[in-house]
């Protein structure tokens, strides 16, 4: 024998799976006050039309003449020169709002009017779009720099990796996040959420459970007791329709969900949707981090409350319309691109979809531009029918500056991942103005 054998190298275990989600506290509202320290601690609503700031300057030029106000003195105009939400009129919506705010009942997509009766005091701002998305690439690049497996899911919100980074399966990800969460308040001033748990379904429930500035960790054997008592529509692709039928059955939580058979389900919502509720409701995600790759096309789609009607709901129709032309247009911006095909999708109250899309001579990343060309294409559609869903796609992407590369790749798309074999709904990750 010519000394030991060594025996074969046993592979390391892999070690579980830690995924983390993450989300910034009240995005745009927080982004203003970045700009309005004053503002801070006050209810703030996010809202309404194009930045009044010179008007605001004026007015203090007006008050205080022996002063030289200039752009580098916003952080000292008086809050009481801040226009207040009383007394507003008009159609807009709440993008956003503080958490002081919040405290007032107000939040996303409710109407101004109806918020400035619950916080008159509140101080209405209209989004910056550009130091949004200033900010968004910031606070991605400093979680780049900290955890490379890291999936971009909008403007404010991603999935990371946690598993393999150091400090990742440390008090279950509780180490890292904190460290992610310091160093992203580090860089743009702004707190975020973090929910680390073993997949993404409940990593995406978990960030909320300690907003704002929270850290949440979520383990396999906390599925009772964390996930079960909530409500069927925490979960990312349970929309609201889903969910109203769901409570039709007296199914009102996810342990009501876990609780039916599968065969029940399947029977109910179809075999696709059916199997992947009963998967969700035992916390079961077995879906990737997808790093970025190039989008060939972005899109925003949202199915109604209730189906509209061209002719008798063209006001409120218009208004969704109309956003989701401005959220394409954000996303495209928020990554810096330019499409030169714009498209809309519809789907009918008997579930039929149709598209139409139209290809212009320049590239474009303007809300404007694309809600012109969307509104054409919408005439070209059969509009007797009543729309349970609307969509708008930009196509044929290029960054600015490599004008010509087309990029290659994957279509992004802000509607969700769970199946649609049946009388679903989709879900859209962000809510929509009010309907009533
Ligand atoms: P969210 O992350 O849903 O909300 P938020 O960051 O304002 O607040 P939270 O602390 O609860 O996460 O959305 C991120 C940003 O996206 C939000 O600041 C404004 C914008 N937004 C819209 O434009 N339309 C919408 O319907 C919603 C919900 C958000
Ligand atoms: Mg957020
Ligand atoms: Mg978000």
């Given at each position: 024998m010519l000394g030991a054998v060594t025996p074969p190298a046993t592979p390391p275990a892999p070690l579980p799976r830690r995924i983390a989600h993450l989300d910034m506290d009240a995005f745009f509202a927080s982004v203003e006050l970045l700009r309005?320290?004053?503002?801070?601690?006050l209810p703030v609503v996010i809202g309404g039309g194009r930045r009044r700031e010179d008007d605001v300057l004026a007015r203090l030029r007006e008050a205080y003449p022996e002063r030289d106000w200039s752009d580098g003195d916003l952080s000292r105009?008086?809050?009481?020169f801040f226009p207040r939400l009383s007394g507003y009129t008009g159609r807009g919506v709440i993008t956003t709002a503080t958490y002081p705010a919040r405290q007032f009942g107000v939040g996303s997509a409710m109407g101004l009017m109806k918020a400035a009766k619950l916080c008159p005091q509140a101080i209405l701002l209209p989004v910056d779009f550009d130091e949004v998305r200033r900010i968004s690439r910031l606070f991605k690049s400093t979680i780049l720099e900290i955890a490379p497996v890291m999936e971009d899911r909008g403007v404010d919100e991603v999935y990371i990796d946690?598993?393999?980074?150091?400090?990742?399966?440390r008090e279950g990800g509780r180490v890292l996040a904190r460290l992610i969460q310091k160093s992203i308040f580090q860089a743009t001033g702004i707190t975020c959420s973090i929910g680390v748990a073993p997949n993404k379904l409940i990593a995406k429930m978990a960030s909320e459970f300690n907003k704002p500035n929270g850290i949440s960790i979520v383990w396999p054997e906390d599925l009772e007791d964390?996930?079960?008592?909530?409500?069927?529509?925490?979960?990312?692709?349970?929309?609201p329709k889903a969910d109203e039928k769901l409570q039709g059955y007296g199914i009102h939580t996810i342990g009501e969900l876990a609780a039916r058979e599968p065969g029940w389900l399947i029977e109910h919502f179809g075999k696709s949707y059916g199997h992947w509720l009963h998967e969700v409701s035992w916390g079961r995600d077995q879906r990737p981090v997808v790093t970025e790759s190039e989008p060939v096309s972005m899109s925003r789609e949202t199915t109604f409350e209730r189906d509209l009607h061209a002719v008798r709901d063209r006001a409120e129709l218009g208004a969704v319309f109309t956003r989701l032309c401005e959220q394409v247009a954000g996303d495209l911006n928020a990554k810096g691109y330019a499409g030169k095909t714009i498209g809309i999708k519809l789907r009918y109250d008997n579930f039929q979809s149709v598209t139409r899309d139209v290809t212009i001579e320049t590239h474009t990343a303007d809300a404007a531009t694309i809600r012109r060309q969307a509104g054409l294409c919408l005439?070209?559609?059969?509009?007797s029918r009543r729309i349970r869903l609307l969509g708008v796609r930009v196509g044929k992407l290029v960054k600015p500056g490599t004008e010509g590369e087309e990029a290659s790749g994957y279509s992004e798309s802000h509607s969700t991942r769970p199946p649609k074999d049946k009388a679903t709904d989709e879900h859209t990750d962000l809510l929509f103005p009010e309907l009533d």
């Open positions: 309005y320290p004053q503002l801070k601690g105009i008086p809050v009481d946690f598993t393999d980074v150091p400090g990742g399966q964390k996930i079960w008592p909530l409500p069927c529509r925490k979960v990312n692709g349970v929309g005439k070209r559609v059969d509009l």
